[in-house]
């Protein structure tokens, strides 16, 4: 009985020894993937059509990466679902780095809105920020009734309902970004939905809505040719485009949002992995090149690194989760 006793654990320990040696290979082989990374090609999947914002944007980004990284990215575009049938398709892809993906506030937003088919802070490996879109309010630069901020909010507070302020549709970061504007300034301005952003445009330029609820890069074109006033941005700082126009926070107005965009990869995607891709990304973001061309399409830009960016997003997601309560109220 002993012998067999000793023969067993004999066998238990070769066992364990194989079992051992088999996950150092699996690991340092791995490391050696790792290590040369990337051997190929990465797949980008941007969640929106092709010509969009978002999609140009990202487009720039990767014609300046590519030589810091060493790799070319190859830029698809998987639309639907507000962002959400790209974005699943990323995230159920192997965490090997070679499949990543775009990802905007929209695609937070859309999740605190209705059951999704991710969850954008456990889902995710956060790769870095690049564009911080700040939101703001515009009125026509002809209305004689808003030379200022404090004239807009004290039409709003005197005429409860009655301002009415245009968006790209309802849940979008538009329309929450009024519902904040009502809370953090004790109003009841009225959100108007659109089609889309060119429709809210057209409706306020026409004079059927009082102001829009839009980001500075959609606004841009219009301040350009001086149709419009901005009334203020909703960042801690005066944007460096716009010197002359306050903060929310300058008028007593605790309103910070903005429309972000950035870049996620499959939750377990290895750090050294996320690391080169944040890295090629943020020299990117240094070029003159790169800032020139996003300058034109009035995209400010704003790199944040994975754990700064993690946080960011995690700060997004439960900003909206609570502002979504108010339109199930």
């Given at each position: 009985?002993?012998?067999?006793?000793?023969?067993?654990?004999?066998?238990?320990?070769?066992?364990?020894?194989?079992?051992?040696?088999?996950?150092?290979?699996?690991?340092l082989a791995f490391a050696q993937q790792q290590l040369k990374y990337p051997e190929k090609p990465v797949t980008l999947i941007v969640p929106f059509s092709a010509g969009g914002g978002t999609d140009v944007g990202v487009r720039i980004l990767v014609k300046y990466a590519e030589k810091y990284?060493?790799?070319?990215?190859?830029?698809?575009?998987?639309?639907?679902?507000?962002?959400?049938?790209?974005?699943?398709?990323?995230?159920?892809?192997?965490?090997?780095?070679?499949?990543?993906?775009?990802?905007?506030?929209?695609?937070?937003?859309?999740?605190?809105?209705?059951?999704?088919?991710?969850?954008?802070?456990?889902?995710?490996?956060?790769?870095?920020?690049?564009?911080?879109?700040?939101?703001?309010?515009?009125?026509?630069?002809?209305?004689?009734?808003?030379?200022?901020?404090?004239?807009?909010?004290?039409?709003?507070?005197?005429?409860?309902?009655?301002?009415?302020?245009?968006?790209?549709?309802?849940?979008?970061?538009?329309?929450?970004?009024?519902?904040?504007?009502?809370?953090?300034?004790?109003?009841?301005?009225?959100?108007?939905?659109?089609?889309?952003?060119?429709?809210?445009?057209?409706?306020?330029?026409?004079?059927?809505?009082?102001?829009?609820?839009?980001?500075?890069?959609?606004?841009?074109?219009?301040?350009?040719?001086?149709?419009?006033?901005?009334?203020?941005?909703?960042?801690?700082?005066?944007?460096?485009?716009?010197?002359?126009?306050?903060?929310?926070k300058e008028l007593g107005i605790n309103l910070v949002i903005s429309s972000n965009r950035g870049f996620v990869a499959p939750k377990g995607t290895p750090r050294d992995i996320i690391n080169?891709?944040?890295?090629?990304?943020?020299?990117?973001?240094?070029?003159?090149?790169?800032?020139?061309?996003?300058?034109?399409?009035?995209?400010?830009?704003?790199?944040?690194?994975?754990?700064?960016?993690?946080?960011?997003?995690?700060?997004?997601?439960?900003?909206?989760?609570?502002?979504?309560?108010?339109?199930?109220?």
């Amino acid at each position: 009985m002993m012998k067999m006793s000793i023969g067993a654990k004999k066998r238990g320990w070769v066992v364990w020894f194989i079992v051992a040696v088999v996950l150092s290979v699996c690991a340092l082989a791995f490391a050696q993937q790792q290590l040369k990374y990337p051997e190929k090609p990465v797949t980008l999947i941007v969640p929106f059509s092709a010509g969009g914002g978002t999609d140009v944007g990202v487009r720039i980004l990767v014609k300046y990466a590519e030589k810091y990284f060493g790799q070319s990215f190859l830029v698809v575009n998987i639309e639907g679902g507000g962002s959400e049938v790209g974005v699943s398709r990323a995230l159920k892809s192997p965490p090997d780095g070679y499949i990543i993906c775009s990802f905007n506030s929209a695609s937070i937003i859309l999740t605190t809105m209705r059951k999704a088919s991710y969850h954008p802070v456990n889902d995710v490996e956060p790769i870095c920020l690049v564009v911080s879109d700040p939101r703001l309010f515009a009125v026509r630069a002809d209305d004689p009734r808003f030379k200022s901020a404090k004239d807009f909010i004290e039409y709003a507070k005197q005429n409860p309902g009655k301002l009415t302020i245009g968006t790209s549709g309802a849940g979008t970061s538009g329309h929450l970004s009024i519902l904040a504007l009502n809370k953090a300034a004790g109003v009841e301005a009225r959100p108007v939905h659109f089609g889309g952003a060119g429709e809210s445009r057209a409706a306020f330029l026409g004079g059927h809505i009082d102001a829009v609820a839009q980001t500075y890069g959609e606004v841009y074109p219009l301040l350009r040719e001086g149709k419009v006033r901005i009334i203020a941005v909703a960042t801690e700082e005066r944007l460096p485009e716009l010197t002359e126009t306050p903060t929310f926070k300058e008028l007593g107005i605790n309103l910070v949002i903005s429309s972000n965009r950035g870049f996620v990869a499959p939750k377990g995607t290895p750090r050294d992995i996320i690391n080169k891709i944040a890295e090629a990304f943020k020299k990117a973001t240094e070029e003159p090149g790169f800032l020139d061309e996003m300058k034109k399409m009035g995209l400010p830009v704003k790199y944040l690194g994975p754990e700064e960016w993690g946080a960011l997003i995690k700060y997004e997601y439960e900003l909206y989760s609570e502002l979504a309560k108010q339109l199930t109220k």
